[in-house]
């Protein structure tokens, strides 16, 4: 069992960053694949970026892609998304997700699958103003 909880939104220029954190608690977090999905108003709920355990595979959605950067820190349960360049359409509620590793032939299709993650936090908004 893992227990996410988000922190770091709020609001902010376009064009300005943001540092999101997803604070792991229970143990064997290096043994978890972990997800950021947003939800904008009135949108589905959509694939951010993923990273594996070791840290050093990671996916992002082609919006996100050089402009938002996933880290994790294993040894101190947590799991950063750094989001540069923000835009008005990266307005959204952030939410992190966490899935057992597991080898996948498809990797990417499955970590930016939200149905593949059964542990998810409470979410922080993030918005830019324009």
């Known amino acids: 069992q893992v227990r996410l909880v988000e922190s770091g939104g709020g609001l902010v220029q376009a064009g300005g960053s943001l540092r999101l954190s997803c604070a792991a608690s229970g143990r064997s977090f290096s043994s978890y694949d972990v997800g950021w999905f947003r939800q904008a108003p009135g949108k589905e709920r959509e694939f951010v970026a993923a990273?594996?355990?070791?840290?050093?595979?990671?996916y992002y959605a082609d919006s996100v892609k050089g402009r938002f950067t996933i880290s994790r820190d294993n040894a101190k349960n947590t799991v950063y998304l750094q989001m540069n360049s923000l835009k008005a359409e990266d307005t959204a509620v952030y939410y992190c997700?966490?899935?057992?590793?597991?080898?996948?032939?498809?990797?990417?299709?499955?970590?930016?699958?939200?149905?593949?993650?059964?542990?998810w936090g409470q979410g922080t908004q993030v918005t830019v103003s324009s």
């Open positions: 997700a966490a899935r057992t590793y597991t080898s996948v032939v498809f990797t990417k299709v499955v970590l930016s699958t939200e149905k593949t993650y059964p542990y």
């Open positions: 990273i594996r355990p070791s840290g050093y595979n990671t």
